[in-house]
DNA sequence: ATAGGGATATAC
DNA sequence: GTATATCCCTAT
C-alpha cells in the first residue's frame, strides 16, 4: 500500500516520459510495457505475483495484494493508452516488444470487463481521470447550504451571541428600560453642547460619539423633569437628523408615520425604532412634541418599549415560518404582514425574548424552526423561507442541485431557491414538491400541535413541510445507462459513482443510484452478478428488470450509441479468477471489484479487452490499437481481431472511457 | 459509506 | 386499490 501509493507518482511520471524515451531507445520502452502489463493482469495475482515481485512494477505487487491501495497505484486509462501507443509503436519497429511482456496475454482477457470494474486498472483510471477535474467534490450541498440558509435555528444562543452591531446600539438598547429616575434623562438644550454636536458635528466637541453624549446626558441630570428632557432631546435629535420633517413631526406621530413616504426598511433603524407606532401610542402617554427620532442619540425611550401584542407575534412568527428565522428584514418586507413600526432589530429582540402574551407563540416557532432544522438539514433554510413566500416560486430541490447544479443538464431545478425555475425540469420534479400538501403527509415532521398552532395562527403549512421530501425525479435512459457505467467501473460504491464526473450523476445521491440500481437490476444486485444487457434495454423501454434477470441474455446485442443500449456487462470475472455469485454483494461494497464483475457469466465476460475498448467506439481504429496494446499487447495485432468478434456481440457499452481520457 | 427496509409519490 | 419507483431513515 504504502510503496505503491509512493511508487504511483514515479508510475506516472514515467509514463509521461516513456513515449519520448521509447522512440529514442527501444529498449526503454521495456518498463514500461511491462509495467502495463503487469498492471491489468489481476487476473491472476498469483501470476502476477512472479513480476510483481519485482523492479517492474510496483503498480503489478500492489495489484495482487492490495485491492483499494491497488487502484492508487494502478496506471490510469491514460497511462494505458499512453503505454499503449508507445507499445505500438514500438511493434511495429520491433517485434521484440512482444518478447518482452509475458503477462499480457492474460491483460486482454480481464482487461475487458473487468478492469472496468475493480481492478486497479479501472479504479486507478477513474482515479486519475476523476481526480484531476472532479476532486471529489463533498457533495454536501446540504451542509453547505443549509449552513449558509440558515439562519435561526439555535435561536437562543446565537441571537444572545450576536454582538450589537454597534457600540452605540448597544448603549442605546441599555437606555431602553426606563430610567429608575425620570431626572436622569439629560435635558438637552437647544444651546446645549449635545445639541451642538448633534446638530453640527463639526463643533467643537464633534469628536464625541452618541454613546458618549447618552451617557454624557443621562449622567447629566436628575432635575429635569422627564418630558421635558424628552422634548428636548427630541428637537434635538430632530433637527439634527430630520431636518425636513421638522413641520410635520412637530405634531404627532401619526403624522410622521402615515406621512413618512420612505420604506420602513430603508430608514434607519435607529430612526423607526424611534419612532413610535400607532398601536403603541395606546400604551405611551403620547409626548406631544415628540416624534420620536432620533436614533442614535437618544436611544429608546420608554416610548420605545412597545410591547409586542399578540397579533404581532403572530404575525412575527408567520413571517419567521415564511422567511426564516434571522431574516428579519424580509420578513419586515412582506407586503402582508404588518408591523407596528417595528424594526428588523426588533423583530429579532422579540423573537429572542418573547413577552408572556406570545411565548407560547414563540415556542412553537421555535419548535418548528427546530424541527425544520433537523428534519430538513438538507434543505437550504434560504428555501424554506422562500417556498412559501412567493408563490410562483414552486419547486426547487433542494440538495441535489446545491451540489452540482451545472452538470446535469436535465435539471434545471437545481435553482437556487431565488430563481423561480419552477418546471424547467421535464421530470417536473418541482411540481411535485408543492404538491405534497394534499397528500397529507407533506408535514409529517410537524408534530401535530405544532401544525395545529400554525393553523391557528392562519399558517396553512410551513414551509418547512413542503420542503421536506424532495421530489420525485424519474430517472432517465441516460442516468441509467451511466449508472451502468458506474456500476462497471466502480461496482457497488455507489458514492463514487454519484462524484464520477464522467457519469454525470452527481445530481443524484449515492443511495438514490443504489436504489436504482436495486429496482433496475434487482439480480445483479443481489447477487452481484452482471447486469445483462437485457436490462438495460429494459429500462430504456419499461423497466422488466425486475423480471429481466430472469432472462438473461447471452449476448446482449449492443447498439451503443443509441439510448437504448444494451449492456452487456456482466461483472463476473473469468472463471479463473474469482470464485463467483458465492459473493454476496456486501463484497461488493468492500471490494467491489472483483466480486462484482468476477461474479457474473463467464460467456459474457471473455470479451477482449480490445474489443471491449474499441467497442466502446468511442476509440477510433487507431486507438483500439492502441488500446489493444496496452490491454494486451502480446495478443497484438492478431489478438484484437479475435477479440473484435466476440465483443461487438456483447455490448460493453458502458465502459465508454472516453471521457476518461 | 452502504445495505436494508419503510414511507411516500406516481402510474395504472 | 395495487404496483412500482423514488426518496428517506436507520443500522452497521
Redesign the pocket.
Known amino acids: 500500500m504504502e510503496s505503491a501509493s509512493a511508487l504511483r507518482p514515479l508510475d506516472e511520471s514515467l509514463l509521461r516520459e516513456l513515449p519520448q524515451l521509447s522512440l529514442r531507445i527501444a529498449p526503454l520502452r521495456e518498463p514500461v510495457s511491462s509495467r502495463t502489463l503487469s498492471v491489468p493482469s489481476p487476473l491472476e495475482p498469483n501470476a502476477s505475483g512472479t513480476r510483481d515481485s519485482n523492479n517492474i512494477s510496483n503498480s503489478s505487487s500492489n495489484n495482487g495484494k492490495i485491492p483499494a491501495n491497488a487502484k492508487a497505484s494502478l496506471p490510469t486509462v491514460t497511462e494505458f493508452l499512453n503505454a499503449a501507443r508507445i507499445r505500438k509503436t514500438e511493434l511495429s519497429a520491433d517485434s521484440q516488444s512482444n518478447v518482452e511482456c509475458p503477462p499480457r496475454p492474460i491483460l486482454p482477457a480481464f482487461v475487458n470487463l473487468r478492469a472496468l470494474e475493480k481492478f486497479p486498472f479501472s479504479s486507478s483510471f477513474d482515479d486519475d481521470a476523476l481526480q484531476g477535474p472532479r476532486k471529489r467534490r463533498?457533495r454536501d450541498p446540504q451542509a453547505d447550504s443549509f449552513s449558509e440558509h440558515l439562519q435561526l435555528p439555535i435561536p437562543q444562543a446565537q441571537k444572545e451571541q450576536r454582538p450589537p452591531p454597534f457600540g452605540p446600539f448597544a448603549i442605546l438598547n441599555g437606555l431602553n428600560e426606563p430610567p429608575p429616575n425620570a431626572a436622569l434623562l439629560p435635558p438637552i438644550e437647544a444651546g446645549s453642547n449635545i445639541s451642538q454636536l448633534l446638530t453640527k458635528p463639526s463643533g467643537g466637541d464633534a469628536g464625541v460619539d452618541p454613546g458618549t453624549l447618552v451617557s454624557a446626558q443621562a449622567a447629566v441630570l436628575d432635575s429635569q423633569p422627564a418630558e421635558r428632557r424628552d422634548t428636548r432631546l427630541e428637537e434635538t435629535l430632530r433637527t439634527s437628523l430630520n431636518v425636513d420633517e421638522d413641520d410635520d413631526r412637530n405634531d404627532n406621530d401619526e403624522s410622521v408615520e402615515s406621512t413618512n413616504p420612505v420604506d420602513p426598511d430603508e430608514i434607519p433603524l435607529a430612526v423607526r425604532e424611534a419612532e413610535i407606532p400607532k398601536s403603541s401610542k395606546a400604551l405611551l402617554p403620547p409626548p406631544r412634541e415628540d416624534v420620536p427620532l432620533s436614533p442614535k442619540t437618544r436611544g429608546r425611550s420608554r416610548k420605545n418599549l412597545r410591547k409586542w401584542s399578540e397579533e404581532e407575534t403572530t404575525t412575527l412568527l408567520r413571517g419567521v415560518i415564511k422567511c426564516g428565522i434571522g431574516n428579519w428584514t424580509a420578513i419586515l418586507a412582506q407586503p402582508e404582514l404588518e408591523f407596528n413600526q417595528r424594526t428588523a432589530s426588533n423583530l429579532k429582540d422579540s423573537a429572542s425574548d418573547p413577552n408572556e402574551a406570545a411565548k407560547q407563540l414563540h415556542a412553537t416557532l421555535a419548535n418548528t424552526l427546530l424541527k425544520a432544522k433537523a428534519?430538513?438539514?438538507?434543505e437550504t433554510p434560504g428555501k424554506i423561507q422562500l417556498s412559501h413566500i412567493m408563490p410562483s416560486n414552486q419547486g426547487f430541490e433542494?440538495?441535489?442541485g446545491a451540489g452540482s447544479p451545472t452538470r446535469n443538464p436535465q435539471n434545471p431545478s437545481i435553482s437556487s431557491t431565488v430563481s423561480s425555475t419552477p418546471d424547467a425540469n421535464p421530470g417536473?420534479?418541482s411540481?411535485?414538491?408543492l404538491?405534497?400538501p394534499s397528500?397529507?403527509?407533506?408535514t409529517?415532521a410537524l408534530s401535530s400541535k405544532s401544525r395545529t398552532t400554525l393553523a391557528s395562527l392562519g399558517i396553512s403549512e410551513p414551509h418547512v413541510a413542503k420542503t421536506?421530501?424532495?421530489?420525485?425525479?424519474?430517472?432517465t435512459t441516460a442516468e441509467d445507462e451511466a449508472l451502468l457505467k458506474g456500476y462497471a467501473v466502480?461496482g457497488?460504491?455507489?458514492?463514487?459513482?454519484?462524484q464520477d464526473s464522467r457519469l454525470n450523476l452527481s445530481h443524484?445521491?449515492?443511495?438514490?443510484l443504489?436504489?436504482?440500481f436495486?429496482?433496475?437490476f434487482p439480480h445483479a444486485?443481489?447477487d452481484g452478478g452482471s447486469v445483462s444487457g437485457k436490462a438495460l434495454t429494459n429500462q430504456n423501454q419499461s423497466?422488466e428488470?425486475?423480471t429481466g434477470a430472469s432472462t438473461p441474455r447471452p449476448h446482449p446485442v449492443n447498439t451503443e450509441q443509441s439510448p437504448s443500449k444494451t449492456y452487456a456487462m456482466t461483472p463476473t470475472s473469468t472463471p479463473a479468477t474469482t470464485p463467483r455469485n458465492s459473493v454476496?454483494?456486501?463484497s461488493?461494497?468492500a471490494t467491489?471489484s472483483q466480486s462484482n464483475f468476477a461474479q457474473i457469466d463467464p460467456a459474457l465476460l471473455p470479451p477482449p479487452p480490445q474489443g471491449f475498448l474499441e467497442h466502446s467506439m468511442y476509440l477510433p481504429p487507431a486507438a483500439s490499437g492502441v488500446l489493444s496494446f496496452s490491454l494486451d499487447d502480446g495478443s497484438g495485432a492478431g489478438a484484437s481481431s479475435a477479440v473484435e468478434t466476440p465483443w461487438e456481440d456483447n455490448t460493453l457499452a458502458p465502459m465508454i472511457w472516453d471521457e476518461l481520457t
Open positions: 463533498r428534519e430538513g438539514s438538507d433542494p440538495k441535489s417536473s420534479s411540481i411535485t414538491q404538491q405534497s397528500s397529507g403527509n407533506s409529517p421536506k421530501r424532495r421530489s420525485r425525479r424519474p430517472f466502480h457497488f460504491q455507489w458514492t463514487l459513482i454519484q443524484r445521491k449515492a443511495t438514490d443504489r436504489d436504482r436495486r429496482t433496475k444486485y443481489r423497466q428488470l425486475t454476496p454483494r456486501r461488493h461494497a467491489p
